[in-house]
Each structure stands twice: as C-alpha cells, then as structure tokens.
C-alpha cells in the first residue's frame, strides 16, 4: 500500500510541478470546400493527414476527390478541404536524457536544435521537456529560437532527474529509468489539450519505457484527446534494446511515424522528413453522421481514391460528451 501511495505521489508531481495546464480552445477548421449549411449541434471533425509516394516523398498536387472518410465504417461527406501550409504549429520536443542515449545525445540536441530553426515561423511555438526517471520542463511555450536553443543544450543525460540521484543510488523499483508514457500522457493533457491547429510531440528515445504508471494506451489516448500526433525518432545505439513495436504504436495510432535512426547521420535526415511533413499536410473535415454525444471512441480511416500512395493520419478520436 505504502508504493501505491508513492506511485500516486510521483505521477501526479510529474502532471503539476513540470506541465502547466492550459484551459482547451476551439481548434481551426479548415475552409470549406463546398457551400455548406452550418450543422446546428453537430460538432466539425478536423483531420490533418500527410501524403507520401513509394520514394517517401511528400506528395502536394492531391485535391478532395483524392480522399474518402470513414468513421466507424461509414463513409462521411467531406465539408471542408484545404492544404494549409500557413495555421499555427505547435511542437513539443520531449528527449529522453536516460543513460541508454549517453552516446547519441550530442547529435541528437544539435539536429533538433537545427530542426526548430528550420521549421518554426511567424506564430508557431515549441516546448521542450527532457526525461529518464521524471520530467523537466526546459522551456515552455515560444516562439523564441535563442530560448529553444538554450534548453535543448540542457538537455544532458540525467536532468530529467537521474542527476538528483546520489552518487552511487539506483533507481527505486518503484521509479523506473525512462518514464516515455507518463512523459507523452502529461505533455498532451497539460500542454497540447489547449491548443488550436497542427500539433505534434516529437519525440528522441529508443522507446524502451521502464517505470512509467501510465500504459502505452493511456499514453496514445491522451495524445488523441488532445488531437496530436506524435513523431518518434529511434535513436539507439544496441538494436535489441529499442523498442520499435511501442514507437510504432504510439506514432501511427495518433497519425505520426517512427522512424528508425540507427545512427547519428540518419538523425539530420529523420528531422527533415518531419519537417516537411508538417509543412505540406492536408486539412479536411466533416460532419458526422453519428452526432450522438456519447464521449466514446470513434475509429477513422482515411483512403486515397489511388493506391500508388501512403497517408498518415490518426486512426480515431474521442467523440464530445454533453455539455462540450
């Protein structure tokens, strides 16, 4: 009973102390792509999805008939369209400071350093927060390049609070060594809830979770409410230790990828790709024809009319309950 308590403390310090809560706003919609009737009661699902060809190329010439919706099975008419490149981006960058990455954090801190100055613009903002044992908050939301930069820097091995350990103390049983779920479920409830338009946690780790309290489908779940998408960059330097079914799940159930960087050259590479992912999606949305405000999960699937391509999008979300 005593570790139940302990846990209990841990977890909800990790949700206070580092991440701040922001109250939820309207999100953007996407501009109509017909002359719709407003839907009195019925809230409009936004979708944001990223289109690839067989050379992992970002394709950009597709229009609204390249693209159905289906939720729960059933196809929905789309009512807005659009390929946006200029609506808010909000990033948080979340690096795993465990010992598993003493070797790979140098590059790791100056790739993502080189990746916010080539993505973030004019009315886009970051966070970045570092994690093995807990989570730090490096700096929050901005859109200050110097300040980003000088928190990645930070972000040494240890600081997501390993350092506080004393010389020669293990990790509690009860604490764990990289706690990747509880770090994805705090920064999607406390930070990415209350934001509007494109939203991502990009994330640098093995994946390898050792004594998170949150499961990994807690953790995708919150990045769903939340209307996230979490990109995963594998960074390892032993393959057996990475855990490529957990980045895997967490990147393609909220619509991101996980990409496998088996070495510091693939980092610079795996951060461009993001980058232009996140510039050239597409933005559709719909009404749906199930409106019943049930709180409950709804799959989506969304399909390219060719076959010659690959999207990426979130695989549901969680319907609004009464009163929301």
Known sequence: MRNFFIAVLVILSLLTASFSFVPAT??????????????????????????????????????????????????????????????????????????????????????ASQFLHRVIQDG????????????????????????????????????????????GQNFPYWVGGTRLYDTIYAASLKRMAGESGRKALIILTDAADQGSYMTIKQAVESAQRADTLVEVLVVYETRRYADFDAAKQLAQDTGGRAIDVAN?????????????????????????????????????????????????????????????
């Open 124 to 167: 886009d903002k970051a966070f970045v927060v570092a994690f093995d044992y807990d989570a730090v908050m490096l700096a929050g939301w901005t859109g200050d390049l110097a300040v980003l930069d000088h928190a990645i820097e930070r972000a040494d091995i240890g600081v997501g609070g390993a350092s506080k350990l004393k010389p």
């Open 264 to 324: 510091q050259n693939k980092i610079q590479k795996a951060f461009d790709e993001i980058s232009e992912q996140l510039r050239t999606e597409y933005s559709l949305g719909y009404y749906p024809t199930n409106s019943n405000p049930d709180g409950k999960y709804r799959q989506l699937k969304l399909e390219l009319t060719t076959k010659k391509y690959k999207v990426f999008t979130r695989k549901g979300y969680y319907a609004r309950t009464v009163g929301k």
């Open 26 to 111: 309207r999100g953007y919609a996407a501009r109509p792509a017909q002359d719709h009737a407003i839907h009195v009661g019925v809230p409009l699902v936004n979708i944001y999805a990223s289109v690839i060809d067989k050379h992992n190329v970002n394709v950009e010439n597709l229009d609204q008939s390249d693209f159905r919706i289906f939720e729960d099975k059933v196809e929905q008419k789309i009512a807005f369209f659009s390929h946006e490149k200029t609506l808010p981006l909000s990033i948080g960058l979340l690096i795993d400071t465990s010992g598993s990455e003493e070797n790979m954090i140098g590059a790791e801190k100056k790739a």
